[in-house]
């Protein structure tokens, strides 16, 4: 009786045993299909579904579940993301401080020719975005090299079409905004679900070896710039002194008119009241002015001679009083 | 016993289950073989299908656009230039079938799209000139300073055909070449054009000297401009000086001939006692401590010496 008990309970032991393994294989079979199945979704980006190789369904940001094994296929595409081509140029490392540039040669990418047939170097990016997920997945292989492609081509068609002074200076924004125009006619015709942010001249310059001989030219442009400024300044210098020089003539020549005028009223009046007192006893008056004078006048003389009329023979005299003095 | 036996059916009924069915992605399409001979048309739609295990295969294909990027060739122009032409087109398999027996592979697809679009491409060129080759249409080019460069008649030729028609015309003329390889042509586009080495360090150099004759029609505009202004201030500085010299001697002359008018209408009025009184002030003004004088007695002031009274 108590071996058949024993024996009894061992079996049930068993069989909850069995049980058990069973419940525990479930539950990881559970888990191993939510935790395959389950997926996030970034901020940035969506999820494009795939069953069977079939697109189905597009998902948005967050927490999302899709059928593990192979059946649902995701792959995940950048939409918010802005990207960046560089052509003629990379960037290694964007640094706090400096960016660190390849030291190789993209001379390639950046050599062009213009419309004037000269050569130009051109540096510049594009930058783009995803617009849509299911073109961009399932119409080009190989999306960036037909955006490079096709970015270099569009540019070079541009370029081609300006001379070598508008690429360097005089056109750079509107050879920029036609490249880019073409290259978005472009990226719709191959239906690449691309769209083009931003078309970007960075570094726009000669090619090397001609470079001193455009550096002399803006030299050149200074020093014609210096020469002028110098003669303008000489100008500036010279022409208000002359014009105020010429209004002191004017008035010193009008302080003589106005000395001339009033001397002369002057000895006109006098003359008048002296004539009009003379008038009244003309004989006395013209000899008092007459003694007047001579007595002044002889008072400055150094010597006087006063010789008798008949006396003649003066001369040698005077000779002697200068051979003696 | 019995149940190794079913295990090991049921295995191989697995096998040939998942043998039966095929996935096509959607950047693919297929072709079904059977011992090597297609069966139906092209599978272009993706999905999960059935195909009879083991004996049907399964070949995938590319559906999506492809690219050809062209080795960079030196051809000649029409005008005898040797210039680099690369080039790169976009290719799609449009015909699976047809693609699948006449190149088999994407790999010899590629040499034989070397083979037409390079041809094409080279015969294209030699037909056209360069400037035709970089010139889009025939906009009017400017330039930072009016100048007469030596191949300006060259540049400054019109327009007739342009970049974009050539690359249309390499493109139309090879598409019909590639349809025989179940490939559907989309465009031809013209990458990137260079002179070769030597042709380039002859442009650098005209380059060069086009920029130093630029320089030095800048230096002597500079001059020029400075002469204009040095003249223009001689100019106005003789007419400043003139102007001031003319103005001061009317002003002085019509005061002399104001004070001329005083004097005269005042002597006028007696001419005599006039003489009388200027002579006297000319005495005072002429006589000074350096003359020596001789008088004789005879004279008005020293008649008395000699003779008084009378």
């Known amino acids: 009786m108590a071996v058949i008990d024993l024996e009894q309970r061992a079996k049930s032991f068993l069989d909850n045993r069995k049980r058990n393994i069973m419940v525990i294989l479930l539950i990881v079979g559970l888990l191993v299909i939510i935790g395959t199945g389950l997926y996030t979704v970034d901020p940035e980006e969506v999820g494009v579904i795939q069953r069977f190789g079939k697109y189905v369904h597009t998902t948005e940001p967050g927490l999302r579940f899709k059928i593990p094994f192979g059946v649902d296929k995701l792959t995940k595409v950048k939409v918010k993301y802005v990207f960046k081509e560089e052509f003629g140029f990379r960037t290694l490392e964007v640094g706090q401080s400096a960016t660190r540039y390849s030291q190789r040669d993209f001379s390639g990418e950046s050599q062009m020719l213009t419309g004037d047939l000269n050569i130009a170097d051109v540096e510049w990016i594009i930058q783009y975005q995803i617009n849509d997920p299911i073109k961009y997945l399932f119409n080009v292989r190989d999306v960036e090299g037909t955006l490079r492609n096709l970015a270099e081509s569009s540019m070079r068609q541009v370029v081609g079409d300006h001379s070598v002074d508008e690429v360097i200076v005089l056109t750079r924004q509107e050879i920029a905004f036609q490249t880019k125009l073409i290259l978005q006619q472009h990226l719709e015709d191959y239906q690449t679900g691309l769209v083009i942010r931003n078309v970007n001249l960075q570094n726009v310059t000669p090619p090397l070896p001609v470079q001193p001989a455009f550096n002399e030219v803006n030299a050149a442009l200074q020093e014609e710039e210096r020469i002028v400024n110098e003669a303008r300044q000489k100008y500036n210098q010279v022409i208000p002194e002359a014009r105020g020089k010429a209004l002191q003539i004017i008035e010193q020549a009008e302080g003589y008119a106005v000395n001339r005028v009033n001397r002369a009223t002057g000895d006109a009046n006098r003359f008048v009241d002296v004539w009009s007192e003379y008038n009244r006893a003309k004989t006395v008056t013209k000899k008092r002015l007459y003694l007047e004078t001579m007595e002044e006048v002889l008072q400055k003389i150094e010597k006087i001679y006063i010789v008798d009329e008949d006396q003649s023979g003066i001369l040698p005299l005077l000779d002697l009083e200068k051979g003696g003095s | 016993m019995k149940q190794t036996l079913l295990i090991i059916l049921g295995v191989i009924l697995l096998i040939v289950l998942v043998n039966a069915f095929y996935i096509i992605d959607e950047t693919e399409q297929a072709i079904i073989t059977q011992f090597g001979e297609p069966i139906g048309g092209a ?202 010299y003319r103005t001061s001697q009317e002003i002085m002359g019509r005061a002399d001939a104001e004070a001329t008018g005083i004097y005269a209408s005042a002597y006028n009025r007696d001419p005599g006692f006039f003489e009388f009184m200027r002579t006297l002030e000319a005495y005072k003004r002429t006589i000074n401590d350096q003359n020596i004088m001789i008088m004789t007695t005879d004279s008005d002031f020293y008649k008395l010496m000699k003779k008084s009274g009378n």
């Open chain 2, 43 to 244: 599978r272009t739609e993706a999905g999960i299908f059935l195909k009879t295990p083991f004996i049907q295969k399964v070949h995938y294909l590319e559906k999506r656009i492809l690219k050809w990027d062209g080795e960079q060739n030196q051809i000649p122009t029409q005008d005898k230039k040797f210039i680099w032409v690369d080039t790169f087109a976009r290719w799609r398999i449009v015909d699976p079938l047809l693609f699948y027996q006449s190149v088999r592979s994407e790999i010899f697809a590629q040499s034989r799209l070397d083979d037409i679009i390079d041809g094409v491409t080279r015969d294209i060129i030699t037909l056209n000139t360069l400037i035709e080759i970089v010139r889009d249409t025939d906009r009017e080019l400017s330039f930072a300073i009016d100048f007469e460069a030596d191949y300006y008649e060259e540049i400054q030729s019109e327009i007739k055909v342009g970049r974009r028609a050539i690359a249309d015309s390499i493109f139309s003329v090879a598409k019909p070449l590639i349809e025989q390889f179940g490939i559907e042509l989309i465009d031809v586009q013209v990458k990137r054009v260079n002179y070769i080495e030597d042709v380039r360090k002859q442009v650098y150099d005209r380059m060069s000297s086009e920029r130093k004759k630029i320089a030095d029609r800048y230096r002597s505009s500079g001059h020029g401009r400075a002469a204009e202004i040095i003249g223009r201030m001689e100019r106005e500085l003789q007419q400043i000086e003139s102007e001031a």
